[in-house]
C-alpha cells in the first residue's frame, strides 16, 4: 500500500511537488529512483525508458534524450 502522504489529496494520483513525484528520489539529471518502486500505480509501469512517455518527459524537464 502507497503511503497516504504520497497521494495526491483528491486521491487523482501520486502527489506531486511542482512536475516532480513525490516518490522520486534523487537528484534529476544526475541519479534518481522511485522511492516506492515494488508498489508504484500502473500508470508509472506504463512509462518505460526510452518509450514515447518517458522521453517526453526528459525534453519537458529539459534532459538528453539521446
Known sequence: RIALE???????GMRCEG???SA?????????ACGIYDLRPD??????PGGDDCLM???EH?????
Open 6 to 12: 504520497l497521494v495526491a489529496a483528491d486521491q487523482s
Open 19 to 21: 512536475a516532480r513525484c
Open 24 to 32: 522520486l528520489t534523487g537528484e534529476v539529471g544526475k541519479h534518481t
Open 43 to 48: 500508470v508509472c509501469r506504463a512509462c518505460m
Open 57 to 59: 518527459a526528459r525534453t
Open 62 to 66: 529539459g534532459l538528453s534524450v539521446s
